[in-house]
């Protein structure tokens, strides 16, 4: 009786450490699906462009591209405009500031758009004002799974994430008089 038990004990632990070791894929988002470099003080995250659901799009359909950049080193840089290697255009969703150690396109708000390309990897050029220019092959993703729902132009201008609050002491209460006797 007590190896059956054993048995299935240990039938019962494999099960459930299959469960939470995390082999549910139809729930999990990936951490980054996008293109990444470094290059002399800016950092390039998680660069994709989002097509529509037709593939290949229909000329002209503008794309929105995604990417989170921060700068690293100390001064301000500022992302002049985007290139794409063997044709198309990227429109801007605004002047795109980089100040220091700051990310700049968080929040599910693409950058910019980019027309006339049908390939699933676009060789693009991010030029920098007063930063070396990184260029990165960036994949093409499809309007399904957590992708559907993000938006498909720029709300406005790219701004920088807010700052993370400054430590603080607590205010603590003034002292209290001394009785005086």
Not at 128 to 142: E, L, Q
């Amino acid at each position: 009786m007590r190896p059956i038990v054993t048995a299935a004990i240990v039938v019962a632990l494999a099960a459930t450490g299959c469960t939470n070791y995390g082999f549910d894929k139809a729930n999990r988002v990936p951490q980054n699906d996008g293109a990444n470099a470094d290059v002399a003080g800016v950092s390039l995250r998680n660069a994709f462009l989002l097509r529509g659901n037709a593939d290949p799009p229909a000329a002209g359909t503008p794309e929105a591209l995604f990417a989170v950049l921060v700068n690293d080193s100390a001064r301000p840089v500022q992302l002049e405009r985007i290139t794409v290697d063997g044709g198309g255009s990227v429109q801007l969703a605004g002047p795109v500031m980089l100040p220091p150690n700051q990310p700049v396109g968080t929040g599910n708000q693409p950058i910019g758009t980019v027309s006339g390309v049908r390939a699933n990897t676009v060789p693009m050029t991010f030029i920098f004002k007063d930063a070396d220019a990184i260029r990165v092959s960036v994949p093409v993703k499809t309007r399904t799974d957590h992708f559907a729902n993000l938006p498909s132009a720029p709300a406005g201008p790219v701004t920088p994430a807010p700052a993370p609050p400054s430590p603080t002491r607590p205010i603590s209460p003034p002292p209290s008089p001394s009785p005086t006797g």
